[in-house]
């Protein structure tokens, strides 16, 4: 009776689709409705033909702009079978997993759990097994390198240096050992989700980072059905389908990942701004989607870092260039105490803190008992590399006081960058000012 109704839902798709579901239904372009079932044919219909004849994933990713999500679907599975799994996270993208029930066809679903997943992500595992009755094939990290990397680095050494280390042992590694044994997979990646990183997410892809069961570079295929969907797409027809969903996102939670790197973000702010958020934004990619950063992306960065255009340009804070910095970190003892702000100009952070650190430093610079030079150091571009190593830099912006009468730096390790906070932050070191 089940399968019958499933294969009811498929008859119907053109009336109760395109009725109530369709309004809401995420599509990635307008579509020809005339042209609706002679798109939904595959460019090669079957895997068995693709490994004869080339086929050609630009023309094919072309032909599923004008595609539903459930006839992507549809074409990728009668393209691999059982070859191709849905990547599932525990967040919105279980619409794959209701937009995959709907093609009728058999599918296969699995998930990385890092061990650090909140429980309602787990919850909502249950809960996806029960309500569609699957089996989510969960795969795991290597249990030496996990315990490798606690024991050498703590349970929270992403704060210090990073997220790839962490997430390249818990998320990546296990990724590519299940990578390869599939030819497809799917994932639900979309544009919107990310600045910078998610602007070249293509409806299908030969992945340009992973491996799959042929192996060798071009092994696998990747297919990213929602790419040109919304958010609130995507929601309305969770809603409509009355879909489980992570109770998370009832806290504010939009993008879910490890429980220490996940919080919630307010309205108006992308989705990826709950994850990693003490680091730059235009690295917010746990390493799964990395290859997304195109070359024309990587040029548009480049070209951000060549920016001519300053902040922090009222006159109460004082540029420095790398020589200044260096005269500071070797110095044995400071006679002054100075603030310093790591900046790139382009950094949305860095634009965002203008007017709280301009008016900390004209309080600084006109303290009754103690004196507090300002100064900004522009740390993008040729100047990264040594702010990385010699003066911690990890994100933009980053914050250093160099206290009067000591040696060193101090950094501020918080996101509270206002001028009360920055006050109680260099009080908090030198003294009362």
Known sequence: ATSLAILDIRD???????????RVAPRLAPRRVAAKRASARPVVARAAAAEKTSIDFEALDAQMQDQTVVQILDQALDMYGDDLAIAFSGAEDVALIQYASMTGKKFRVFSLDTGRLNPETYQLFDDVEKHFGIKIEFTFPDEKAVTDLVNEKGMFSFFE???????GVRKVQPLRRKLKTLKAWVTGQRKDQSPGTRMAVPAVQIDPVFEGLEGGPGSLVKFNPLTNATSQQVWDFLRVMGTPVNKLHEMGYVSIGCAPCTRAVLPGQQEREGRWWWEDSAMKECGLH?????ADEKAKQEKR??????????????RVERDAMEV????STHSTTTLAVLYAPWC??????VEGFVAAAAEFKNGENKKVDVIKFRADGDEKE?????????SFPTILLFPEGRSGYVKLGSE??????????????VGKL
């Open 161 to 167: 240096d990073g997220h790839k280390e962490c997430c």
């Open 12 to 22: 119907i798709m053109s009336m109760s689709v395109m009725s109530a579901a369709s």
């Open 348 to 353: 949305p952070f860095c634009q965002a803190m």
């Open 416 to 429: 509270r960058r206002d001028a009360e906070s920055l006050n109680i932050f260099v009080e908090s070191v």
């Open 290 to 294: 990395s290859g997304n950063m195109t």
């Open 328 to 331: 500071l970190l070797n110095e």
């Open 386 to 394: 040594w702010a990385k190593e010699n003066l911690s830099l990890q």
């Open 305 to 318: 870092e060549a920016t001519e255009e300053d902040i922090f340009v009222d006159g109460s804070v004082t």
